[in-house]
């Protein structure tokens, strides 16, 4: 699943007619340079939900037939969060654990990892595992601790802050009701607390595009790798 309901609005004025998503980075929409990873790593069925200007991101994506992959849509009326967006879309999204990326950031990330991972949380009881960064300049708290055997904690240090890309069990949202918006973080907390999160480190490239600034340095750096 990509996440792409949000409004934007450290984006404005560039989000008030595109949804953020959409805006393009190295010459192609940032939601793009996601499903072309994901296709590449073996995902053909993605579902992505959508809230302010939705209907763009259909226009744009369709079924997704022309990047090789399957979408379905999860509209919203209004934004419903991360998790209650998640919770919105289960019906699209199947019995089985599934990995989720927000669409607002720009990753690497070993996309086949994170499926495999996702399988394996089939049988372990685990509920969601976390790809964690280094704490970015903009967000140097951090978000939670990592042991050095997977396991992720809500409080300790050191922190890091997560990535916005994970797998999770349906069964992390399965309590909560359908059309309420929900935020993912208490959700994590919670099943933390019970041991039921693991997660590992990611020490590649990893870029939160939440402002104009940064949508431009990430630009012109694909830009440059690419000439």
């Known amino acids: 699943m990509i996440l792409a309901a949000g409004r934007g609005e450290r984006m404005r004025p560039l989000t008030d007619h595109t949804p953020k998503p959409l805006l393009p980075v190295g ?3 940032l939601i793009v340079w996601h499903i072309e990873r994901l296709r590449a790593a073996g995902f053909s069925e993605l579902v992505i939900n959508h809230a302010h200007l939705g209907h763009r991101l259909e226009e744009a994506l369709g079924d997704g037939a022309a990047l090789g992959v399957r979408i379905a849509w999860s509209p919203e009326a209004s934004a419903l969060e991360t998790a209650g967006g998640i919770r919105h879309a289960l019906p699209l999204l199947g019995d089985a654990p599934f990995v989720v990326v927000n ?59 997560f990535s916005g890309l ?24 919670m099943a933390m607390n019970a041991g039921k999160v693991t997660g590992r480190r990611h020490s590649g490239r990893w870029i939160d595009v939440g402002t104009p600034q940064r949508l431009a340095e990430l630009d012109r750096a694909l830009r440059d790798t690419q000439d």
Request: proline share 8%; charged share 25%; glycine share 10%.
């Open 27 to 29: 010459g192609k929409p």
């Open 103 to 161: 669409g607002d950031v720009f990753c690497d990330a070993d996309f086949a990892a994170l499926r495999n991972t996702a399988q394996g949380l089939r049988t372990d009881g685990t509920l969601a595992h976390l790809l964690l960064v280094d704490n970015p300049e903009h967000h140097p708290e951090g978000d939670f601790r990592l042991d050095p055997d997977g396991r992720i904690h809500a409080d300790g240090q050191p922190r890091l802050t």
């Open 166 to 189: 994970g797998a999770y069990h349906p069964a992390l949202f399965s309590a909560l009701a359908d059309h309420a918006a929900a935020k993912l973080a208490p959700l994590l907390r």
